[in-house]
């Protein structure tokens, strides 16, 4: 309803010409929206390699799609640009995240089970260590040929290792109950949750994330990872002291809080650019906690 009407009047003239001369409708009028931007450039690069680009989702976040199903209507509130790829049994979703970059997601249709594409390693032969490629590695045309292939090899390829079980038997399961395949249901001992969590992170693209060999602790390379298991919410003093830490070593810090942040820690690890999840000891699961890791968690699609 707040569309300008001279953008609409635009919209319908370019929707008019392209039917009267039997022709497509020019980009980025043809994905529904008004302006060009990184989605729709690689929405065009995807489409001009033979890949089928069901939608593309910019600044227009309300529209109704024919899918294999029927008509429906996708909804991505925000987190910045999406776009979806028909792929034989499976879709794949590439998100253009205002912080992370780059994300592919795919959904297993068939075996219900979700995974994300290591761009890292599919671009530059160096596998990740959090999720996401920053927009200013890569263009829109050097993803989209990275993807083909990737895209091509989904058809007959076996899922990874590093999958997650929506585990309510639907098609798309709700992404706040995502587990490891085998996982959902069993018990989780609270004191060794670590290998149900690392085998999340690791889905969720932290690729050197790992447990210890009795399942007590977490390690990793690129971050400094720190539990924080009091009643408690984590608040800003001792947040500044885990990030001084992970300086020290120099890491990235990553932080699991069962009693979540304070309003000036979640700024704080915001502005840091640091991962902070919320953690159930119960389940062994773990939640997005500040706007990086809500960013990485899978959406319910």
Same mark, same amino acid.
């Given at each position: 309803m ?7 009047? *635009? =919209?319908? !003239?370019? /929707?008019a010409?392209a039917?009267?001369? %039997?022709?497509p409708q020019?980009?980025?009028w043809r994905?529904? #929206?008004?302006?060009e ?7 065009d690069?995807?489409d001009?390699?033979g890949?089928?680009?069901e939608y593309a989702? *910019? =600044?227009? !976040?309300h /529209?109704?799609?024919?899918g294999?199903? %029927? ?7 925000g987190?910045? #640009?999406?776009l979806?790829v028909?792929?034989?049994g499976?879709?794949?979703w590439?998100?253009?995240r205002?912080?992370?970059?780059w994300?592919?997601d795919v959904?297993?249709?068939?075996r219900q089970?979700?995974?994300r ?5 599919h ?8 999720p996401?490629?920053?927009a200013?590695r890569?263009?829109?045309?050097e993803?989209a040929d990275a993807l083909?292939?990737v ?8 899922p ?7 585990g309510?038997g639907?098609?798309d399961?709700r992404a706040?109950?995502m587990?490891?395949?085998?996982a959902?249901g069993?018990p ?8 149900v ?5 690791n889905?969720?693209?932290?690729g050197?994330?790992r ?10 390379d690129a971050?400094?990872?720190a539990w924080w ?8 003093p001792?947040l ?6 992970a300086?020290v070593e ?5 932080v699991l809080?069962?009693?979540g942040?304070t309003?000036p820690a979640e700024?704080f690890v915001?502005?840091s650019?640091?991962?902070a999840f919320r953690?159930d000891?119960?389940?062994g ?13 899978f959406?319910?699609?």
């Amino acid at each position: 309803m707040r569309t300008p009407p001279e953008t609409m009047a *635009a =919209a319908l !003239r370019e /929707r008019a010409l392209a039917v009267a001369e %039997g022709r497509p409708q020019t980009s980025p009028w043809r994905w529904n #929206e008004a302006d060009e931007s990184a989605i729709t450039r690689l929405a065009d690069a995807l489409d001009a390699r033979g890949v089928t680009v069901e939608y593309a989702v *910019a =600044a227009n !976040r309300h /529209r109704a799609v024919l899918g294999e199903g %029927g008509y429906e209507f996708p909804r991505h509130p925000g987190q910045g #640009e999406v776009l979806r790829v028909r792929v034989p049994g499976k879709r794949v979703w590439v998100f253009l995240r205002p912080g992370l970059g780059w994300l592919v997601d795919v959904h297993d249709q068939e075996r219900q089970l979700v995974w994300r594409v290591d761009l890292g390693e599919h671009l530059f032969g160096e596998p990740g260590t959090a999720p996401g490629l920053t927009a200013d590695r890569v263009s829109a045309v050097e993803l989209a040929d990275a993807l083909v292939p990737v895209l091509k090899g989904l058809e007959e390829a076996e899922p990874p290792t590093t999958v997650l079980d929506p585990g309510d038997g639907s098609l798309d399961g709700r992404a706040d109950q995502m587990l490891p395949p085998g996982a959902a249901g069993a018990p989780v001992d609270p004191d060794r949750p670590c290998v149900v969590v690392a085998a999340q992170l690791n889905a969720l693209g932290f690729g050197d994330v790992r447990a210890s060999g009795d399942g007590a602790e977490l390690a990793s390379d690129a971050f400094h990872i720190a539990w924080w298991r009091r009643s408690r919410p984590l608040g800003l003093p001792d947040l500044k002291r885990l990030y001084a830490d992970a300086s020290v070593e120099g890491k990235g810090l990553l932080v699991l809080s069962e009693p979540g942040l304070t309003g000036p820690a979640e700024e704080f690890v915001d502005r840091s650019r640091s991962f902070a999840f919320r953690f159930d000891p119960r389940r062994g699961h773990v939640f997005g906690g500040n706007q990086l890791t809500q960013e990485a968690m899978f959406e319910e699609v």
